[in-house]
């Protein structure tokens, strides 16, 4: 009977202890410091990264996720990056393909739109 008891207080103080765990464990994922990361790891291997003054911020493919605030990304491949792209990542490959990976709280024009602009 007594080592039923202390077996029942053990199992409630180890579930105790995993929850105080568990409660001050931030288990959110910070994509800046994983997209951060994997431009140091590309770097390291030679992958290139390509900013362009010239080319304006559009983008014809963008998701977004349904959280608040939203958080977007442009899907779309061209020469060179915008030049407020944080996270640049280009192909190997002639020309290059590159795209940029930042998040952002809303969708880029659609670059239809922006070259309508421009002609205008």
Known sequence: MELNKRMVMVKVALMLLLMMITATVDARLDRRAIAGAQMDLMSSFGILTS????????????TCTRSDPPQCQCHDWKETCYAGCDVCICQLIYPPRCRCFDITKSCLPTCSSSAGKAES
Do not use: L, M, P, T
């Open 51 to 62: 900013k362009s003054s010239k080319s304006e911020a559009c983008c014809d493919s963008c």
